[in-house]
């Protein structure tokens, strides 16, 4: 069964940083584009940054410059690099893995999200 576990979120204040990791378990043949989303109170979902599997990124323009995505695919994980957090930045963040498991089709699969709180 595939599984992607989030970890690293948290309070901080404006300003502050933050490191989110995303770790994929299961039987994976393999991975494809990996990104992060996040979802405030009262809107919709957006695109943070995303990264494939040759490593090319790309980001929102509200995190550009601020926010790095890396992965690191022998551990089967994305990690999100968050620097001068403002209080706009405060959303749940998931993490989305496109990937192909042994034993299914492939498809994109989610976390179930890690909060960041940006408050002074």
């Known amino acids: 069964q595939v599984q992607l576990v989030e970890s690293g979120g948290g309070l901080v204040q404006p300003g502050g940083s933050l490191r989110l990791s995303c770790a994929v378990s299961?039987?994976?043949?393999?991975?494809?584009?990996m990104a992060w989303y996040r979802q405030a109170p009262g809107k919709e979902r957006e695109l943070v940054a995303a990264?494939?599997?040759?490593?090319?990124?790309n980001y929102t323009d509200s995190v550009k410059g601020r926010f790095t995505i890396s992965r690191d695919v022998a551990k089967k994980t994305v990690y999100l690099e968050m620097t001068s957090l403002k209080p706009e930045d405060t959303a749940v963040y998931y993490c989305m893995a496109d990937l192909r498991p042994w034993s299914a089709s492939r498809r994109n699969y989610w976390g179930q999200g890690t909060q960041v709180t940006v408050s002074s």
């Open positions: 299961g039987s994976i043949l393999m991975i494809n584009d």
């Open positions: 990264i494939a599997i040759d490593r090319r990124t």
